[in-house]
């Protein structure tokens, strides 16, 4: 992997594609650098320290700014852990959070190159290991619900939405960071407000 002191000057300029590799989920993954920063991406979108980091960023400033616990979190789609990073640097430092990824090259990747400090990292299907924290009676103060494949996230059923309500602690909060046309996230609203989840949508976010 090329990870020279001019290649990081030549960042600025231009993106430069250090690594590339195939995910387990059929989709290719790169190690980008960008103005002097390494980034996770897949084929055509951002997993990690780019714009999504921008965009988590905000997200969870809108937690903290409406009282939430960052005590104990769950993240289903770590990626890189940007979520992760953020927690700990602007929120707390001691915070407990279990990251989850489906596809074992990220899990991989993010252990070699990016934020893993203080984050137990679970191999796993994101719906199966709501299953088991469910069974188990394991409550978060935060959930970020992060399921992307390149460009694509779910089309959430009642129950999944349903499951991600059952395993948070009382005046516990949740992220779904997710791409719908205008009816899909009609749908989703309509399945959150069935479900007697208290919501506020962030149509559209501004990055530089």
Same mark, same amino acid.
């Given at each position: 992997?090329?990870? %020279?002191? /001019?290649?990081?000057?030549?960042?600025?300029?231009?993106?430069?594609?250090?690594?590339? %590799?195939?995910?387990?989920?059929?989709?290719? !993954? #790169?190690? %980008?650098?960008?103005?002097?920063? !390494?980034?996770?991406?897949?084929?055509? *979108?951002?997993?990690?320290?780019?714009?999504?980091?921008?965009?988590?960023?905000?997200?969870?400033?809108?937690?903290?700014?409406?009282?939430?616990? /960052?005590?104990?979190?769950?993240?289903?789609?770590?990626?890189?852990?940007?979520?992760?990073?953020?927690?700990? #640097?602007?929120?707390?430092? $001691?915070? #407990?959070? *279990?990251? *989850?990824?489906?596809?074992?090259?990220?899990?991989?990747?993010?252990? +070699?190159? =990016?934020?893993?400090?203080?984050? +137990?990292?679970?191999?796993?299907?994101?719906?199966?290991? *709501?299953?088991?924290?469910?069974?188990?009676?394991?409550?978060?103060?935060?959930?970020?619900? $992060?399921?992307?494949?390149?460009?694509?996230?779910?089309?959430?059923?009642?129950?999944?939405?349903?499951? =991600?309500?059952?395993?948070?602690?009382?005046?516990?909060?949740?992220?779904?960071?997710?791409?719908?046309? $205008?009816?899909? /996230?009609?749908?989703?609203?309509?399945?959150?407000?069935?479900?007697?989840?208290?919501?506020?949508?962030?149509?559209?976010? #501004?990055?530089?």
């Amino acid at each position: 992997m090329e990870s %020279t002191r /001019f290649a990081k000057f030549r960042s600025y300029l231009w993106p430069i594609v250090l690594y590339r %590799t195939q995910g387990n989920l059929n989709h290719g !993954l #790169e190690l %980008t650098l960008y103005r002097g920063k !390494l980034l996770l991406d897949a084929d055509r *979108v951002n997993y990690s320290f780019g714009t999504l980091h921008k965009v988590m960023k905000g997200a969870l400033n809108r937690v903290h700014s409406n009282g939430g616990d /960052f005590s104990r979190v769950l993240i289903l789609g770590y990626g890189g852990g940007s979520a992760a990073k953020i927690i700990h #640097e602007d929120y707390s430092n $001691d915070a #407990e959070i *279990v990251g *989850v990824d489906a596809d074992e090259k990220v899990i991989e990747l993010a252990s +070699k190159h =990016f934020y893993t400090r203080g984050v +137990k990292l679970v191999h796993s299907d994101a719906f199966d290991y *709501v299953n088991q924290a469910r069974k188990n009676g394991w409550k978060y103060s935060l959930l970020i619900v $992060d399921l992307f494949v390149n460009e694509l996230s779910p089309n959430y059923s009642l129950a999944q939405l349903e499951s =991600f309500k059952s395993i948070l602690s009382p005046n516990g909060k949740m992220i779904i960071n997710t791409m719908l046309d $205008d009816q899909e /996230f009609r749908d989703l609203e309509l399945k959150l407000q069935e479900l007697n989840i208290k919501y506020e949508s962030w149509i559209k976010v #501004e990055v530089s």
